[in-house]
Each structure stands twice: as C-alpha cells, then as structure tokens.
Nanobody, 119 residues
Framework: QVQLVESGGGLVQSGGSLRLSCSTSGSSGSIYVMAWYRQAPGKQREMVATITSGGTTKYADSVEGRFTISRDNPNNTVYLQMNTLKPEDTAVYYC?????????????WGQGTQVTVSS
C-alpha cells in the first residue's frame, strides 16, 4: 500500500514563505512524475508544479518565479518552496505521484494540506 503524506501547510502573511513536503510510504515501486496541485474553495483542482524523475520541472503561470519544486529521489520525497505568497495562493495543496508497482502504473494522491495566506 502506497501513501503520500504531506506536511508544511499553515497560515502565513502575504509576502511570506512556506515549504511543503510530501513523502511516500509503503512499497513505492518506480516513481515517475511527482507534482503539486491545489484547490481553492469553489474552484477546480489545478496543477501548480510538476517534476519528472530526471528533474525536469513545469509550473503554472501564476506561480512561475515564486514557487520551486524539487525532489529527493532516494527518499521518494517531493518539496514545494513557496515564496512571495499572495492571498490568491490560499488553497488545499495536494501531492501527486505517478507510480508503477508490480507492473501496473497508476496515480496516487495525498490527503491535502491547507495553505492560507492573509492579506
């Protein structure tokens, strides 16, 4: 059983920083893409940043230049450094991983961590 466990969310003032972490537990198999998504109240879940196993990254336009995604492959952990936070960044942030186990590839999601940015 694979689980993604997020940490690092919280309340921060506009302009502040937070760092999210997501670790995998269980028999992880081969992890391909890892990513962070977010969902604000009343809105659809949206991609924030993705990173391949080789380190190629992609960002949503709204966070480009402010957020940095990174991963620690030996420890199957992904991070999201969030700087210059804005109230519109307020959302539940979800960790995502594309994992192949026992010949089967599927998507895994964390439980989500709340990030609230006050103005």
């Amino acid at each position: 059983q694979v689980q993604l466990v997020e940490s690092g969310g919280g309340l921060v003032q506009s302009g502040g920083s937070l760092r999210l972490s997501c670790s995998t537990s269980g028999s992880s198999g081969s992890i391909y893409v890892m990513a962070w998504y977010r969902q604000a109240p009343g809105k659809q879940r949206e991609m924030v940043a993705t990173i391949t196993s080789g380190g190629t990254t992609k960002y949503a336009d709204s966070v480009e230049g402010r957020f940095t995604i990174s991963r620690d492959n030996p420890n199957n952990t992904v991070y999201l450094q969030m700087n210059t936070l804005k109230p519109e960044d307020t959302a539940v942030y979800y960790c995502y991983a594309d994992i192949k186990r026992f010949g089967r590839r599927r998507d895994y999601w964390g439980q989500g961590t709340q990030v609230t940015v006050s103005s």
